[in-house]
């Protein structure tokens, strides 16, 4: 299916006027109830298939804690410590602290629940920890399986969060949640919303917000039209087209942050064509970065460059130029790959045209409008590009199945600060990641990423700054655009930030007027 890059951003924002247009008007909103909407659903209690939404929502808390610049902070362990090869941690928790049950966190509750959350899927190697112990009424102690300097980012991963053992029934599954957040769940209506109040004896600040309900939005300008019309307060993960319109509403603010999350080309490299760097460095020349940026998404600023943002600490390389637009240098990289461009504008090497599919998906909206800028910034090189949205399960699907060979999407290297774990799950074979590469192959880079993981605190940062070059100059996934977190927020909401890391939506820290 074939998409213009002109007509869906103008239909959306047609469709979204009219809506706007016809809202009408609602019940004031309760002064003790915050409401919040985005496109997230709460499918199910268990953690490791929905606990992000269970952090935002600041029911359950982990051992670890993560700043806006990416630094960990303490969470429910107030200090933590490894012994020179990085193989035994030990944590200390704060006192006093209390699950929602009133049962205190002890060292017994966070092994149990730990013990429990590696039987179930992380993005991280859940073989990790080779024992847990307890030293004392206070301290954890974790021995690994092997030297690791970012397991304190791994216990950051909301599928670590802590709960109580009442949490779970006699097959270890979770019956419910019983986190130490300072709000604890009241309803849950999978898929649709859940709500949660007040937890009045949290260990740290206590929350002014009494109550606040989450309501899956699946569509941008629904969204858009419940902040408008005051059916809601916050909102999540709009669109350009809602951004703008919303912008000169006088009942709503829109708040943009850039978050630890990149939007790029997934790259089947066991195509014969994308095997060729000369040919991923072609079609990466090809793409207009800033007008995408500016024209598309209305973030100047916001090309990338590497895989990881600026967000992302030692990760991302200062000193790496930007990619500009050069179609005559791609024209000479395509050239020296075999590829000529014949009379009727298509590009052939030994009579086959270079023709590939991109799919990419609906729940972030402005993909399919990159998508289709791609697939015209690409044609004036003569590469045919086959738009398809999809669900985003397609992706996963089409990597396991070996039918994907392209893919646009907005992938989150916030799950865990320290992204080495992303790199040892996805760039470290010739496998890949469902939403890494896929059949690219480095030897040098793949061992290259097995000593970082055991290198000392020393060497650690040399060879991460290493291994972001090479990633940026081989070209396994294609950089476009670093991720500008869209919201919108209604005037009466006080203290509103946006967390960076997408932990958590920070009401505890806000007020209503």
């Known amino acids: 299916m074939m998409f213009s890059a002109l007509k869906t951003p103008l239909l959306l924002a047609l469709s979204l006027v009219s809506l706007l247009g016809l809202s009408a008007c609602t019940e004031p909103p309760a002064q003790d109830l915050l409401t919040i909407s985005g496109p997230f659903e709460p499918i199910s209690l268990d953690l490791a298939k929905a606990g992000y939404i269970y952090s935002r929502m600041q029911i359950v808390e982990t051992l670890v804690d993560v700043a806006d610049d990416g630094q960990l902070i303490p969470g429910l362990a107030q200090s933590w410590q490894a012994n020179d090869d990085a193989t035994v941690w030990q944590f200390t928790l704060k006192p006093n602290v209390k699950f929602h049950n009133g049962t205190t966190v002890t060292p017994a509750a966070v092994i149990n629940s730990l013990r429990i959350a590696m039987g179930k899927p992380a993005p991280f190697d859940t073989s990790l920890i080779r ?3 307890k030293l004392n009424d206070h301290q954890v102690q974790f021995t690994l399986t092997r030297p690791y300097r970012a397991f304190a980012a791994v216990l950051t991963n909301y599928t670590t969060a802590i709960l109580a053992p009442e949490s779970y029934d006699k097959r270890r599954r979770i019956k419910q949640l019983i986190g130490t957040g300072p709000y604890q769940l009241t309803a849950f209506e999978p898929p649709h919303s859940i709500s949660v109040s007040r937890f009045d004896d949290y260990h740290g600040q206590v929350a002014n917000i009494a109550k606040a309900n989450y309501i899956t939005g699946h569509r941008a300008e629904s969204r858009a039209l419940m902040v408008q019309g005051g059916s809601a307060d916050i909102v999540y993960n709009l669109d350009p087209a809602a951004v703008q319109l919303l912008q000169h509403s006088q009942n ?5 942050t850039p978050i630890p999350r990149s939007i790029l080309i997934k790259l089947n490299a066991g195509l014969p064509a994308l095997a060729d760097l000369n040919v991923r460095q072609a079609l990466s020349l090809a793409i207009d970065r800033r007008g995408i940026a500016e024209g598309i998404m209305h973030q100047p600023g916001a090309e990338a460059n590497q895989l990881f943002g600026p967000a992302m600490g030692i990760w991302h390389r200062d000193d790496l130029p930007t990619i500009q637009q050069n179609l005559v240098q791609a024209v000479q990289l395509l050239a020296q790959a075999g590829w000529q461009k014949e009379a009727n504008g298509q590009l052939m090497k030994q009579g086959q045209p270079l023709q590939l599919s ?15 800028a791609i697939q015209a910034q690409w044609a004036k090189l003569g590469v045919q590009l086959d738009v398809q949205m999809e669900n985003a399960s397609a992706i996963p699907l089409g990597h396991v199945e070996g039918t994907l060979q392209t893919a646009l999407m907005a992938r989150n290297f916030a799950n865990i600060p320290d992204p080495l774990s992303v790199i040892l799950a996805d760039f470290s074979s010739q496998q890949g990641g469902d939403w890494g590469p896929m059949n690219w192959q480095d030897s040098h880079f793949f061992a290259a990423v097995q000593a970082t993981a055991n290198s000392s605190a020393a060497d650690y940062p040399q060879q ?10 081989q070209l396994p996934m294609i950089p476009v655009l670093y991720y500008v977190q869209q919201s919108a927020v209604a005037k009466r909401v006080q203290g509103f930030s946006f967390d960076p890391y997408e932990r958590s939506f920070r009401i505890s820290q806000m007020a209503l007027q």
């Open 131 to 133: 024992s847990a112990s």
């Open 252 to 256: 709503v603010t829109v708040n943009s």
């Open 358 to 372: 991109m799919i990419t998906y609906a729940n972030r909206p402005e993909l399919i409008v990159i998508a289709t």
């Open 464 to 473: 991460v700054y290493q291994l972001s070059g090479e990633l940026a100059e």
